[in-house]
């Protein structure tokens, strides 16, 4: 007979002395609910969304006041339906490092409960979460149906029909096994879609059936308006030239009923004016020749009346008869001639203007083309703008491959800029749409990318799961996955999955198709630094063959990691001088790969250099090495001023610091990952106005940088700075000395790449600037206008006895680059970007005008000669930094145009805060003093004022301040 549920109410307070966990197992396997769709660890089957009861409700409240392990009080909160107390405890019980198979499902469950639709990064944690209870017990069927769930989210079916049936094979005869069957038998082969336009599309090519091949348009609008444009009218071609005249006429007849049916339903109108150019031709054999020639592709050529017809040649044939067919060669010409040499931008603006609009699917094309070069152009927003209206462009003929790529891509220009929650987002929508168009070959992008995030944030187990959904997705006749087999086992052992991660080590070396990267993941997880070294010289051989120099330097990085780790310290200093020297050369464009997202940049090469040079008492080539600049000649540093350069090791941090006497070295008791979390903490109290914590922090930094020279800063006006990576976003002035002063307070403040960067700035001459140039509110194309920046901009030139004005419509970019060698000062009150990574560098947002996007960035600055603008004040946000460390920030790219100072802004800044402190500069300019002093002047005023640091510190000086 079967009890009530109210018993176990009552049990629970009868059976005394009996454990709560007891209780808990006995009714989660008699009271059965789901409040969740995952499977709880000892919970007996429920239908989903099968509710608790009240008396379900009561055990769950007394576990959880109970003093229950977190895991077991997780369990039943989860049980409940209390997913945000279960999932709080279970991060708990997961970060402690000793969690339980059962507990790494439960939060599992937990996270795939949490999530929204389209937050791919929960998702991915919960399929991380589920593999790590599987590396614990690889047959637990609560962990195997949690993490088939979680990529079928995730819309990688192939990868969740692989984990459904391997829950089968484990469970498939209880009420568990029955769902997972009936959710296998909803879930079609990923690949069927594509398959029945192929299937169609194949059967175009033999029938003559007008309503088959029209359905099969209407249907399939982009596959069928590829097979005609690059298979059909190639063969129509062939046909032609082999005077199969039946059968030419067949091929065309097929075409033109696709190009009618497109121009119908879809209202692209290009395979139908092809049709018609064929139509029109007294003589068709040219534009045969041309269509077949476009069809054995742009590096190709074919046999043809005694000589070789080219890709070129086919776009003149098609010119010469008024054939659509020449404006898609011309945009393949011009995009692939702006991908090899960097030119052609303005071509393809050009191109688009003259290609109607009834040529849908090729406008989108061209506007993909437009968004790579705006990407590559330095035309961050632009290039975003312009991705998002390709992707409608090509979701409205019918392309979704295409959109979910484009998807792709702005995921990664997001991910460089630090928008990765942006960025995820993206790739959901992504892999949802390459679910729907069924190509797993379009899965490969979004996958590869979300895996090199989650290295780069570190979340290792989130890659593992990621890397294991492409090798289960992507078969290897699709795809070589040897790569992604021995990366997958990496980031196995990196996220303590030592049983997967052998596994999947065996899987990679019985790989048919191994990667390069087999021989470096290898070395990297080799028990000792001897193995390492050995494993190491395979893939240093590789680079070092095929010239890939920025590998090369990545992986003399890391060989000397292992050599300092033998005490071969001779070999290691080597390698890092050999590593240094190659890191000069210039940096292509690329996307960031899986390797780079591991070894990271070999930026670190000129630090391990110093570091091995200060180790071996080298203290001028150690300082040298640090600013990648050798200097000696101390008395050209002005009296009265301290250049300190920051050693920051891994191990401690040696202050070099140079005057016009000599120079001098300190060592300090301070590591790198300690100096850089006061950094960030410092940073994060400032934006936050924690004024407690930023007395703290900016103590507690104040005593490792100052404190141990403060016998040489007492004597001292003007400190001057080299900047390091670590110190990026640090305003020196705002850290506080143990009186409670500011060392602005006390001090003018310099910032520079190099002693000799410092000296090269100071030759602008001195004299009290009279010249300004002024830009102010000008009208980019996406952010809001500036109105307050306008009349700040007025209000400065107005100080000037020559000034010029550009504000609004007048703020071009051709304006402002001419007037700015004819100025020694000027100030810029318009909006900035700190760019998107490698491919979108940083720029100031000027007027747009038909000509030009008003974009003016950083390199095109750089190239400017401004050796007579003694100063600069960008006002805008973030001027002082770039969004991927190392490359240049707009304040960088004035100095090295030639500018002696430039005030640079560290953070998002405000208007009206903003505008006091630039005319409260311009003012002291104005009164003879130096930039240095002029900023420092203004920032005690603020301080007076009660301004928090937040308004004051976000400028800080660069340059000589001279």
């Not at 005394?16 to 396997?29: F, S, V």
């Not at 220009?413 to 390459?434: C, F, K, N, P």
């Amino acid at each position: 007979m079967e009890r009530p549920a109210s018993w176990f109410a009552v049990a629970l307070v009868a059976l005394i002395g009996c454990r709560a966990e007891n209780t808990l197992q006995r009714a989660m396997r008699d009271m059965p609910c789901r409040s969740v769709a995952g499977r709880i660890d000892g919970v007996s089957y429920a239908a989903p969304n099968t509710r608790p009861s009240d008396a379900t409700r009561k055990i769950w409240l007394g576990v959880c006041a109970s003093k229950e392990p977190d895991d077991v009080r997780a369990r039943a909160a989860l049980w409940s339906g209390n997913v945000h107390m279960a999932k709080e405890l279970l991060e708990r019980v997961a970060s402690r490092g000793n969690a339980t198979a059962a507990a790494w499902s439960d939060y599992s469950a937990a996270l795939y409960a949490d999530a929204l639709p389209d937050d791919a990064f929960q998702l991915a944690s919960a399929l991380a979460a589920a593999d790590h209870a599987l590396d614990l017990h690889p047959d637990l069927p609560e962990a195997l149906f949690n993490r088939a769930l979680a990529l079928e989210a995730l819309s990688l079916r192939t990868a969740a029909v692989d984990a459904y049936q391997k829950y089968l094979e484990v469970d498939g005869s209880s009420p568990w096994g029955l769902e997972v069957q009936a959710r296998l038998d909803k879930l079609e082969s990923p690949s069927r879609n594509a398959h029945k336009a192929r299937d169609a599309l194949a059967r175009v090519a033999n029938t003559n059936d007008e309503l088959f091949i029209n359905d099969t348009a209407i249907a399939f609008p982009h596959e069928s308006q590829q097979w005609a444009q690059k298979q059909c009218l190639a063969t129509w071609g062939q046909r032609v030239l082999w005077k199969d005249v039946v059968d030419a006429a067949s091929m065309l007849e097929r075409c033109r009923i696709i190009g009618r049916a497109l121009e119908t339903h879809v209202g692209d109108s290009f395979v139908a004016d092809c049709v018609r150019a064929i139509d029109r031709a007294a003589d068709p054999r040219d534009l045969a020749k041309a269509h077949v020639a476009y069809g054995h592709g742009y590096s190709s050529s074919f046999f043809s009346d005694g000589h070789w017809i080219t890709f070129d040649e086919a776009g003149r044939l098609f010119e010469a008869n008024g054939s659509p067919m020449a404006l898609a060669v011309r945009h393949l010409q011009i995009t692939l001639g702006f991908l090899k040499s960097g030119r052609g931008r303005s071509a393809i603006s050009d191109l688009v203007r003259q290609t109607p609009e009834r040529y849908r699917a090729l406008h989108a094309q061209m506007q993909w083309s437009n968004a790579l070069v705006a990407s590559v152009s330095g035309k961050g927003d632009a290039a975003l703008r312009l991705y998002r209206s390709a992707g409608a462009a090509f979701t409205g003929v019918g392309d979704k491959s295409s959109a979910a790529r484009i998807l792709e891509m702005q995921s990664s220009l997001l991910t460089e800029a630090g928008r990765t929650d942006e960025a995820w987002h993206l790739r959901s929508a992504a892999l949802v749409i390459a679910d729907e168009v069924g190509n797993v070959i379009t899965f490969l992008p979004s996958l590869s990318g979300a895996a090199r995030d989650a290295i780069m944030a570190g979340r290792w187990d989130v890659a593992h799961g990621l890397l294991n959904a492409i090798i289960t997705t992507l078969q290897p006749t699709e795809w070589s996955p040897g790569d992604a087999f021995a990366w997958r086992a990496f980031t196995a052992q990196r996220a303590g999955m030592n049983r997967t991660a052998a596994a999947n080590l065996l899987a990679a070396r019985q790989s048919r198709s191994q990667g390069d990267d087999l021989a470096l993941v290898e070395a990297l997880l080799a028990r000792t630094p001897e193995e390492a070294l050995m494993l190491l010289n395979k893939p240093l051989k590789a680079a070092e063959q095929q010239g890939d120099k920025r590998a090369l330097a990545q992986l003399l990085v890391e060989r000397a990691r292992l050599l300092r780790a033998t005490g071969q310290l001779s070999r290691a200093h080597d390698d890092l001088g050999r590593a240094a020297v190659l890191e000069q050369t210039p940096r292509r464009n690329s996307t960031l790969t899986i390797r780079d997202a591991v070894l990271g940049t070999p930026g670190g090469a000129y630090c391990m250099l110093a570091d091995s040079l200060d180790a071996r008492g080298q203290t001028e080539q150690a300082l040298n090495a640090l600013e990648r600049s050798p200097f000696s000649d101390y008395k050209k540093i002005p009296p009265r001023t301290l250049v300190i350069t920051y050693g920051v090791f891994d191990d401690r941090l040696a202050v070099f610091t140079r005057n016009s006497d000599g120079f001098t070295r300190t060592t300090v008791a301070a590591t790198r990952p300690q100096i850089e979390r006061l950094v960030s903490a410092f940073n994060q109290a400032i934006v936050q106005n924690d004024r407690s914590a930023f007395q703290n922090t900016g103590r507690s930094l104040e005593q490792i940088l100052f404190a141990p020279i403060a016998n040489l800063t007492v004597n001292a006006d003007t400190l001057v700075i080299v900047s390091d990576p670590v110190f990026t976003n640090l305003p020196f002035g705002a850290l506080m000395r143990n009186d409670n002063r500011y060392i602005i307070q006390d001090h003018a403040v310099v910032v520079t790449p190099s002693t000799s960067a410092y000296l090269r700035a100071s030759h602008t001459s001195t004299t009290t600037p009279r010249a300004l140039l002024s830009v102010g509110n000008s009208l980019g194309s996406e952010p809001s206008p500036l109105p307050a920046a306008e009349s700040e901009a007025e209000e400065i030139a107005a100080m000037y006895p020559s000034h010029a004005l550009l504000v609004e419509g007048d703020a071009t970019k051709d304006r402002v680059v001419g007037a700015l060698p004819l100025c020694d000062a000027a100030h810029f009150a318009v909006h900035a970007n700190a760019g998107l990574g490698a491919v979108v560098p940083p720029h100031l947002i000027l007027t747009k005008t038909a000509d030009d996007e008003g974009i003016l960035t950083a390199p095109e600055i750089a190239a400017l000669h401004l050796n007579h603008l003694r100063t600069v004040m960008l006002a805008g946000c973030r001027t002082a930094l770039s969004s991927q460390p190392g490359d240049d920030s707009l304040v960088n790219a004035f100095l090295v145009a030639g500018a002696g100072s430039v005030v640079g802004t560290l953070w998002e800044v405000e208007d009206a805060s903003t505008r006091t402190m630039s005319t409260m500069f311009h003012r002291e300019l104005r009164t003879g003093s130096t930039p240095a002093e002029a900023l420092r002047i203004t920032q005690r005023e603020m301080i007076r004022r009660g301004a928090p640091p937040s308004v004051w510190a976000s400028l800080q000086l660069y340059g000589s301040g001279q």
